[in-house]
Nanobody, 121 residues
Framework: QVQLAESGGGLVQAGASLRLSCAAS????????MNWYRQAPGKQRELVAT???????RYADSVTGRFTISRENAKNTVYLQMNSLKPEDTAVYYC???????????????WGQGTLVTVSS
């Protein structure tokens, strides 16, 4: 009913920047919140950044000041601009969103397939 497609991952050196994109498609009536999570090898998935329906943003302490989440409503797309990348940012990054489905008006949580970000030292 609703799908998320991430893009923008890759291999970069420490100090570089990357921008991840997450496009939502399908039977979307409204979007409540969009999140970026990440999961490093051997670690639990952690919340990195949140963009609320009201437009406020929140960040994990480890990325505050380096990462910026933004949203383009016309394209149902959320971005994660990552600057000053560190080797410890290496992880699979997942997009996540809470939607109201068109037609049924039911709430639906959706995950993307993930995109790998590797930061070399």
């Amino acid at each position: 009913q609703v799908q998320l497609a991430e893009s923008g991952g890759g291999l970069v050196q420490a100090g570089a920047s990357l921008r991840l994109s997450c496009a939502a498609s399908g039977a979307i009536f409204s979007i409540n919140v969009m999140n970026w999570y990440r999961q490093a090898p051997g670690k639990q998935r952690e919340l990195v950044a949140t963009f609320t329906k009201g437009g406020s943003t929140r960040y994990a302490d480890s990325v505050t000041g380096r990462f910026t989440i933004s949203r383009e409503n016309a394209k149902n797309t959320v971005y994660l601009q990552m600057n000053s990348l560190k080797p410890e940012d290496t992880a699979v990054y997942y997009c996540n969103g809470d939607f109201v489905v068109a037609g049924t008006y039911k709430y639906l949580e959706v995950w993307g397939q993930g995109t790998l970000v590797t930061v070399s030292s």
